[in-house]
């Protein structure tokens, strides 16, 4: 079974930092492009981030300059760091990534989500 476990959720004051982490585990061939992805009360789920697995990189605007998405293809692990976090920037943010687990079949997962809370 492939799983994606997300940490590094939590509270902050605006204008801090937190960094999140998605690992990917189980039998897996290969991992193509993984994202962040963040969903707020009220508002469609939103692309934040994404980032292939040969390091192309593509930002939500409002993102851009302030986080920075990252990977480490051996531990099948992205990373979004963020920084000079908004209270815009409160939500559930899961990590996806579309896995591959053999030569013939593969579809996106998703992670459990992880709250980000910018308190004013």
């Known amino acids: 079974q492939v799983q994606l476990v997300e940490s590094g959720g939590g509270l902050v004051q605006a204008g801090g930092s937190l960094r999140l982490s998605c690992a990917a585990s189980?039998?897996?061939?290969?991992?193509?492009?993984m994202g962040w992805y963040r969903q707020a009360p009220g508002k469609q789920r939103e692309l934040v981030a994404r980032i292939t697995s040969g390091g192309t990189i593509d930002y939500e605007d409002s993102v851009k300059g302030r986080f920075a998405i990252s990977r480490d293809n051996a531990k099948n692990t992205v990373y979004l760091e963020m920084n000079s976090l908004k209270p815009e920037d409160t939500a559930v943010y899961y990590c996806?990534?579309?896995?591959?687990?053999?030569?013939?079949?593969?579809?996106?997962?998703w992670g459990q989500g992880t709250q980000v809370t910018v308190s004013l």
């Open positions: 189980g039998s897996i061939r290969s991992v193509n492009v």
């Open positions: 996806s990534a579309h896995i591959n687990i053999s030569a013939w079949w593969g579809r996106d997962y």
